[in-house]
């Protein structure tokens, strides 16, 4: 079955600390990958997303994520974040017309 | 205004009552989508629609009943609210050429 695992549930980090988010799927086809952030009380936001093409993909607000296909992974970087960037973060895969399956979320707090 | 809306916002009903959650884009887009977020749980589909009339299944949709009868709007229907329905719903769309969704602001439900 499809899934998409998000390994890192809370995170918690000062300011100007790297962050990394892991987030692993399980899917045989072609996939097409999403990271979508939701900010306290919003909706979600598309951060970033893969199609094709270069494996490095750079989203908005300084992220980034890299699709490693060895490792069936796409996990989502920012080099120095920001009170600003306390948010819900979700990883998720596209594996059929209709078919989005979703991580179950990692909540990130960053400490001013 | 342009964009996807949901209504209302919040909610709190009784077991047993029928509540319909409203969901309106104005985009056009082809596709549209209910999903519920539960902690522990992240997004899952309860259905979809490709066009008006219509709709299929997704992974979490008994006790709920969807209708498209024209392409901007996607009620919800909880038919008979159960506790277990208590959750946060969110609706989305997409174009069809496009795999990006655009989610609404969603709307919180609880049934006592």
């Known amino acids: 079955a499809q899934s998409v695992s998000q390994h890192n549930h809370h995170v918690i980090l000062s300011e100007a600390a790297s962050l990394e988010l892991g987030c692993n799927y399980s899917?045989?086809?072609?996939?097409?990958l999403f990271w979508y952030v939701q900010y306290p009380g919003q909706h979600l936001q598309l951060l970033l997303k893969?199609?094709?093409?270069?494996?490095l993909v750079k989203g908005i607000k300084g992220f980034e994520a890299e699709f490693i296909k060895s490792k069936f992974s796409f996990n989502l970087r920012k080099p120095s974040v920001q009170w600003s960037d306390t948010a819900e973060y979700f990883c998720a895969v596209r594996g059929g017309t209709y078919k989005y399956i979703f991580g179950t979320g990692t909540r990130l707090k960053v400490l001013a | 205004d342009a964009g996807i809306t949901q209504s209302p916002r919040y909610k709190i009903t009784e077991t047993g009552r029928q509540v319909t959650l409203m969901c309106h884009q104005t985009w056009s887009h082809s596709y549209m989508f209910w999903y519920r977020q539960d902690l522990g749980h992240g997004l899952r589909l309860i259905y979809y629609s490709a066009a008006a009339d219509i709709t299929d299944k997704g992974e979490v949709p008994d006790g709920y009943v969807v209708s498209r009868s024209k392409t901007e709007n996607f009620p919800l229907t909880l038919e008979s609210a159960t506790r277990s329905q208590t959750s946060v719903y969110f609706c989305a769309s997409r174009e069809g050429g496009a795999y990006e969704q655009y989610f609404g602001p969603g709307t919180r439900l609880t049934v006592t």
């Open positions: 893969y199609f094709s093409g270069d494996p």
């Open positions: 899917y045989g086809g072609t996939v097409n």
